[in-house]
């Protein structure tokens, strides 16, 4: 299917690896232009270079932290520079630090605050502040959104809240024709997803356990993922907002 995403320009966080990866890598293939945001600068800067060559579109990168106040306006300048138009933006970023809530420290749960949930939600603002066009920010979530998950508590406590803001966001922004949605992602094969089975000390063991639970019997890929992100993203997607679209291989036991 043709996207209609040919000359548009978006944003991706945590565009250098997993979920992030793979959701621009369907951009720029589908001949979309994108900015890559990414903490690590060497990281970043080389993944732009190998998606420039597999699409149609070009990448850019950018080094930058979500967790920096300054973050969401130099991404906002330097998308500007680069794309000659912001169509939309993919807001992933790295899972907060694996444990039990009782393990978990008060300056663990400040420190994720400000990198998975208000670092993209501010950069989600700044964008839609600045629009000139109708925009679509796409939240990459978590399943942790609508059930709890073992061992992951401080996703379990941020990443509902931050579905709810996207909701507002969706409400208040959406007669000015943006569009505002989350994906919640099941289990990937990412590099994430890998170190948190090898952390377990029987990583074979861990993914069959968690294989036999999902209705697909795998982990899904993370390209069918990013198909999924770019669909939302695009604007042949143009009436779906305010949604909650969950990418899991039929494992979540809620609607």
Known sequence: MDLGLAGRGYL??????GLGRASAECLVADGA?????????????????????????????????????AAADQILRTAQEHLDS????????GGPPPGRLREKTDDEWRA??????????????TLLEAATRPMAITFVLSTSVRA??????????LRPGLAMAAKTMADE??????RVNCLLPGRFDT???RELDEASGDAAARRARHAAVVPLGRY??????GAVAAFVTSPVASYLTGSVVTVDGGQTRTL
């Open 112 to 125: 994720a605050f400000e990198q998975v949930h208000l670092g993209p939600l501010r950069v989600a603002r």
């Open 220 to 225: 899904g890929q993370p390209e069918e993922f």
């Open 86 to 93: 912001l169509d939309g933006a993919v807001l992933s970023v």
């Open 148 to 157: 709890p998950l073992a061992d992951l508590a401080i996703s379990n406590g």
């Open 33 to 69: 232009d994108v900015l890559l945001v990414g903490r690590d600068a060497d990281r970043v800067a080389r993944t732009a270079e190998e998606l420039t060559g597999l699409g149609a579109g070009t990448a850019y990168a950018l080094a930058g932290d979500l967790a920096d106040p």
């Open 191 to 193: 590099d994430r997803v």
């Open 12 to 17: 991706v966080t945590g565009g250098s690896r």
């Open 173 to 178: 922004y959406g007669p000015e024709g943006h």
